[in-house]
């Protein structure tokens, strides 16, 4: 078989999975196989596509039977590739997780069968809106990430998530409207909405109405990434998921639009004039990012706080436009896929161990719980950016770009850069000190308690949060809930396995940096020249 022919088995193999899950809803057994081998064949696809699109370059598959250009195109280079094998690992490894932590909570009873399908659907929205070639396919993908999403973030029906839901669900909708918008006016302006087509004909365009229609889709993958000021809804929606649904959406739903914004930029607009608008909109989001993080008291709004200041880095190696910039980019995206998700993992290990991830509430977990006190410290300091770590590499290399270009702009950067990243580290050791160091203060009842786990198939939530209200308004106090917060002081080692595996994937990236950021650099250099991807969509007579 063609290696070609591999390429549409992200997308197929899962929504097969999710079909086969739904027919098995009565066996929980027979759903965690089915999703655990569809998984696993989806990464074994990814590493395929990476190794083929690394040695081989480009590859595009036209689906449907449609004369080309017409059909929908899916087209793997290095960046799709490289994106498309990290997101499958987490996906697999989070899922791993969950079932672990089912499994140990023994809630066989409740009626949450549906969440292994629509775990599967997120899984095939990630991966087409990493393969597709058009933006009609990326709009589709968008959309499954949308449903997927937001039937995981409510699970469990409880007030909290639901009003997290609905203000998620309200933003992406009118995200996905202005793409709507975007799409006709880019037909209407182009006559085609194909990738490859687009990069050949938008040049040709009035230059105001290619201004426009950049602003559009940057504006819309801008909320999809949580760009600030289209941020303010993800504080207040991923700390009232489950840890594993939590995990998932920080490292992978903005790195989509991250995804989104790159190949856009440099495939369609390549000589823009908003480059400065970038880098911008980045030394923003960094700042008011990592500010909101310090001001956190609890764990998870915390790390919600940090993973949209961390956007930031990337718009960095954007806005540069540079080849080297744009390499350092995609290191850190990848960086920052595994170690975000490494985090709300361990969040879940935490209140698991501790009861809460409010830190007020915390204490005394290096000894009480030294697994987890080592899982959450390797890749609290690879977030902070502290050697020998993947992210002190991806912001060297970043900071070293900018350096290069200079420029007023480009040094604000470079300066907000390092003190977002002290502030990263100020924000870490403060939760490490409370949470891990110091004795545990049992007499800490005057802040909202965060919601604790759910798991994924089973769901029963515990009587302990019955009394929670406003989770995410930690500023103000309330009423203690009338029962404890339960301890649990097992941790199961499905648990601990997948935390542990992408924290070992994390230290990874540190490790072949090297051989990383070289694939990258020739990612980067892909992008730039746009020839090889245009080249395998395109024959050279349908080009026009």
């Not at 956190?296 to 993973?307: A, H």
Request: proline letters at 6%; a neutral charge; hydrophobic letters at 55%.
């Amino acid at each position: 078989m063609s290696m070609v022919n591999v390429l549409p088995l992200p997308v197929l193999l899962p929504l097969l999975g999710a079909a086969l899950t739904l027919v098995a809803r009565r066996s929980q057994r027979a759903q965690v196989a089915i999703s655990l081998i569809v998984l696993t064949a989806c990464l074994g696809v990814a590493i395929l596509l990476m190794w083929h699109t690394h040695t081989e370059g480009a590859m595009a598959l036209w689906l449907g039977a449609w004369q080309e250009p017409l059909g929908i195109a899916l087209v793997a280079d290095r960046l799709s590739a490289l994106m498309l094998l990290v997101s499958s690992f987490v996906i697999l490894t989070v899922l791993v997780f969950a079932i672990g932590q089912g499994v140990a909570d023994g809630d066989e009873d409740s009626p949450l069968a549906i969440y292994f399908p629509t775990y599967l659907v997120l899984s095939a929205g990630v991966s087409n809106a990493f393969l597709a070639g058009d933006l009609f396919n990326l709009f589709v993908s968008f959309e499954m990430l949308l449903f997927a999403s937001f039937v995981l973030l409510t699970l469990g029906g409880s007030g909290t998530r639901i009003r997290a839901g609905t203000t998620y669900v309200i933003v992406s909708m009118v995200s996905s409207f202005l793409f709507l918008v975007a799409i006709a006016g880019v037909y209407a302006a182009a006559g085609t909405v194909n990738l490859a087509q687009l990069s050949l004909r938008l040049p040709e365009i009035d230059s105001t109405v290619a201004l426009a229609l950049q602003l559009m889709l940057l504006t819309v993958f801008g909320i999809k990434a949580a760009i600030f000021p289209m941020s303010a809804w993800l504080p207040d929606s991923y700390p009232s998921a489950s840890a594993p649904v939590s995990a998932v959406f920080a490292g992978l739903l903005t790195k989509v639009g991250v995804y989104a914004i790159i190949r856009t930029q440099f495939l369609l607009f390549p000589d823009s004039p908003l480059t400065t608008l970038i880098m911008g909109a980045g030394l923003v989001t960094m700042l008011v990012g990592v500010l909101g993080a310090v001001a956190q008291p609890g764990i998870k709004r915390m790390l919600s706080f940090t993973l949209v200041s961390h956007i930031g880095y990337m718009l960095f190696g954007i806005g540069l436009a540079t080849e080297a910039g744009l390499s350092a980019a995609v290191f850190y995206i990848a960086h920052h896929i595994t170690v975000q998700t490494a985090l709300f993992l361990i969040a879940g290990l935490i209140e698991r161990a501790g009861g809460s991830t409010i830190i007020d509430r915390l204490g005394g977990l290096a000894a009480g719980a030294p697994i987890v006190a080592f899982l959450f410290f390797v890749p609290a300091m690879n977030l902070a950016g502290i050697p020998p770590f993947s992210g002190f590499v991806g912001k060297v290399a970043l900071i070293q770009s900018g350096v290069d270009v200079g420029g007023a702009t480009a040094w604000l950067l470079v300066t907000g850069s390092v003190v977002t990243s002290l502030l990263t580290l100020y924000a870490i050791a403060k939760t490490w000190s409370y949470a891990f160091w110091r004795p545990r203060n049992e007499g800490a009842d005057h802040h909202t308690l965060e919601m604790p786990a759910l798991t994924p198939s089973w769901g029963r939530l515990s009587d302990a949060i019955g009394a929670t209200v406003a989770a995410q308004r930690p500023q103000t106090p309330i009423t203690p809930p009338t029962k404890p917060v339960a301890v649990r002081r097992d941790m199961p080692p499905a648990m601990l396995g997948g935390a542990t595996a992408v924290v070992a994937f994390s230290i990874g990236l540190a490790v072949f940096a090297g051989p990383l950021f070289r694939y990258t650099d020739a990612a980067a250099e892909q992008m730039i020249s746009r020839d090889s991807y245009v080249g395998v969509v395109l024959p050279q007579e349908e080009r026009r």
